[in-house]
Nanobody, 119 residues
Framework: QVQLVESGGGLVQAGGSLRLSCVAS????????MAWFRQAPGKEREFVVR????????YYTDSLKGLFTISRDNAKNTAYLQMNDLKPEDTAVYYC????????????WGQGTQVTVSS
């Protein structure tokens, strides 16, 4: 069982930046991939970005390439999401998720952290 805890959300003005953190309760050798998703009010949850833990390979949703950056710190069992040039439409609850094995669904989820971007 892996527990994920997100932090770093908050209120920011348009054009500002935030860095979200996701700490895993277990050593990350038990995790194949981590990802960030977000869910805006009244909308479906959507994929943002993922990172394969061992290789560091990343994959971004097209609209956020160059704006958001995912990274990881093995020693801290932590994934980060650096978000730059934030826009009001980035307002959402951001969730991190972990996939324990390749090809399986994301089986662990954090509780979410609210990001609000004011215009």
């Amino acid at each position: 069982q892996v527990q994920l805890v997100e932090s770093g959300g908050g209120l920011v003005q348009a054009g500002g930046s935030l860095r979200l953190s996701c700490v895993a309760s277990k050593r990350t050798f038990s995790i194949y991939r981590m990802a960030w998703f977000r869910q805006a009010p009244g909308k479906e949850r959507e994929f943002v970005v993922r990172i394969t833990w061992s290789s560091g390979t990343t994959y971004y949703t097209d609209s956020l390439k160059g704006l958001f950056t995912i990274s990881r710190d093995n020693a801290k069992n932590t994934a980060y999401l650096q978000m730059n040039d934030l826009k009001p439409e980035d307002t959402a609850v951001y969730y991190c998720a972990a996939m324990s094995r390749f090809g399986t669904p994301y089986d662990y989820w954090g509780q979410g952290t609210q990001v609000t971007v004011s215009s």
